[in-house]
């Protein structure tokens, strides 16, 4: 019986994606498949942040397909969502949530 090769699950198992800061820096992240969309969001963020890209925000991801820019579930899973090695995601930051009154909650 022939076993599997687990370099070739472990590729299988990640993706490698590009995610653009909202100043539209930009950086490879190898991931796993099934991380969820809001971790690989804050994984983002605290890269950027950290190389002195961008200031820190509450960011959700977007894919973006055609130049068009889709809205990821922050719970969703990367694969559920479709997203592939090579897939471009965008940094998407979140305005904060206030009292109407323009206080912040």
Known sequence: MISPDTD???QAD?????????NNAH???TVEA???????????VDFF????????ARCGLAVVRDGVATPLDDASRLDEDG???????KLLVKKPKT????GKL
């Open 27 to 29: 950086h490879e992240f």
């Open 83 to 89: 997203i592939h090695t090579g897939a471009e995601l």
């Open 49 to 56: 942040v950290g190389s002195g890209q961008m200031q820190p």
């Open 14 to 22: 990640t993706v490698t994606v590009t995610v653009f800061a909202p």
């Open 34 to 44: 099934t991380e969820r969309v809001d971790k690989l969001a804050r994984t983002a």
């Open 8 to 10: 070739t699950n472990q």
């Open 99 to 102: 009292d109407g009154a323009g």
